[in-house]
Nanobody, 113 residues
Framework: VQLQASGGGLVQAGGSLSLSCAAS????????MGWFRQAPGKEREFVAG??????TYADSVKGRFFISRDGAKNTVYLQMNSLKPEDTAVYYC?????????WGQGTQVTVSS
């Protein structure tokens, strides 16, 4: 299983970024997909997840971040709007059925004030 995340970068506060995660080696339609993040000195935290029933979000990103998936491309996306400096972190995509068993390599998102 491979999860290849991309789309990170440097953005000013209030700006937007879109992350992508291409999955291979798994049955995309059978797994839940998620995004997590880890800021320096902090534990990894859940950001958003999506199954075929819809998406769930951490309270800190509700209304600003939006997760989606494309079954034809085996790709999950995270649209991040109204970014804040506290959103700065390495963002990881993950996949799994009951638990998130597979993880991508992470992509850095830096939000400047």
């Amino acid at each position: 299983v491979q999860l290849q995340a991309s789309g990170g970068g440097l953005v000013q506060a209030g700006g937007s970024l879109s992350l992508s995660c291409a999955a291979s080696g798994l049955t995309f339609s059978s797994v839940n997909m998620g995004w997590f993040r880890q800021a320096p000195g902090k534990e990894r935290e859940f950001v958003a997840g999506i199954s075929w029933n819809g998406g769930t979000y951490a309270d800190s990103v509700k209304g600003r971040f939006f997760i989606s998936r494309d079954g034809a491309k085996n790709t999950v996306y995270l649209q991040m709007n109204s970014l804040k400096p506290e959103d700065t972190a390495v963002y990881y995509c993950a996949a799994g059925s009951c638990t998130y068993d597979y993880w991508g390599q992470g992509t850095q998102v830096t939000v400047s004030s």
